[in-house]
Nanobody, 121 residues
Framework: QVQLVESGGGLVEPGGSLRLSCAAS????????MGWYRQAPGKQREWVAF???????NYADSVKGRFTISRDNAKNTVYLQMNNLKPEDTAGYYC???????????????WGQGTQVTVSS
């Protein structure tokens, strides 16, 4: 079994910053790509950013230049540094990771439970 646990959400004023963390744990052999998605009320879940196992980041246009994704492979943890936050960034943020478990030959996608980010004055 693999678990992803996010932390770091909260309430912040427009222009402020937050840093999200997501740690993968369990019977892990390898963690491949890790990423972040978000879902606002009444909207579909959308991709925000992902980072390859080699550390190459990719961003949605809506967050490019404001958000930075990084990872610590030794800790199986991915981070999302969010700067210059806007009210439209308000959403539940979900961590995603492609994980190869110890007793399996095929990797699978796992999701965290989500952490709320609210940007409001």
């Amino acid at each position: 079994q693999v678990q992803l646990v996010e932390s770091g959400g909260g309430l912040v004023e427009p222009g402020g910053s937050l840093r999200l963390s997501c740690a993968a744990s369990g019977s892990i052999r390898s963690v491949y790509a890790m990423g972040w998605y978000r879902q606002a009320p009444g909207k579909q879940r959308e991709w925000v950013a992902f980072i390859t196992s080699g550390g190459s980041p990719n961003y949605a246009d809506s967050v490019k230049g404001r958000f930075t994704i990084s990872r610590d492979n030794a800790k199986n943890t991915v981070y999302l540094q969010m700067n210059n936050l806007k009210p439209e960034d308000t959403a539940g943020y979900y961590c995603n990771a492609e994980v190869l478990e110890l007793k399996r030959d095929i990797s699978e996608d796992y999701w965290g439970q989500g952490t709320q980010v609210t940007v409001s004055s």
